[in-house]
Nanobody, 115 residues
């Protein structure tokens, strides 16, 4: 069972940038599809972006052009660069790793966008 640990959350003004990182234990990281989800208060958890083992990516329409997901298989990390942040991006962001029926979640990191 892999373990995921997020870092990099915080508070920023609208228009600012943050970078999230997720460190993944184990030596089969490269075979996992990795994703970033977020959950705002009283809202359902939603997929923000994912990156597959072949490094192809998908980004939600709400973040396309502003957020970029990437992975470093040598460092066992997946990152989410968030630019041009908006108040509606405020949420707890969760890292997710999935391979077949196996799935693991990080503990979450808070991102707050406010003036």
């Amino acid at each position: 069972q892999v373990q995921l640990v997020e870092s990099g959350g915080g508070s920023v003004q609208p228009g600012g940038s943050l970078s999230l990182s997720c460190a993944v234990s184990g030596n089969i990281f490269s075979t996992y599809t990795m994703g970033w989800y977020r959950q705002a208060p009283e809202k359902r958890r939603e997929l923000v972006a994912l990156i597959r083992p072949d490094t192809s990516t998908w980004h939600a329409d709400s973040v396309k052009g502003r957020f970029t997901i990437s992975r470093d298989n040598g460092e066992n990390t997946v990152n989410l660069q968030m630019n041009s942040l908006k108040p509606e991006d405020t949420a707890v962001y969760y890292c997710n790793g999935r391979r077949g029926l196996q799935q693991a979640w990080g503990q979450g990191t808070q991102v707050t966008v406010s003036s």
